[in-house]
């Protein structure tokens, strides 16, 4: 199971969220470190609007993804994009 998919069913059960877009940008990253040719998996952006974050703050909503992704972050996930939102909020994308 790739990093992505192993994200996406982790957020989909903490958070039933009502859109869920989980971006491998890995490759966009290349050559920014002497070596690193754009692994997969290391630097990933969350896309996510969930009933679960209404009346969170922002902080909240990152802490609350970011300890579920805890794991992958031991495990090499890089950097990690989170962008939240509670239904009704607007959105960038």
Do not use: C, N, Y
Request: aromatic content about 4%; overall charge negative; glycine content about 8%.
């Amino acid at each position: 199971m790739s990093l992505s998919t192993r994200i996406e069913a982790k957020l989909r059960e903490a958070f039933s969220p009502q859109r869920l877009s989980v971006i491998d940008e890995s490759a966009q990253h290349a050559g920014h470190q002497p070596g690193f040719a754009g692994a997969e998996g290391t630097h990933m952006r969350v896309r996510i609007v969930a009933e679960a974050f209404t009346g969170m703050t922002r902080l909240a909503r990152h802490r609350a993804i970011t300890e579920l992704l805890q794991p992958e972050l031991d495990e090499g996930l890089h950097a990690l994009a989170i962008e939240p939102a509670a239904p009704g909020e607007e959105t960038r994308w």
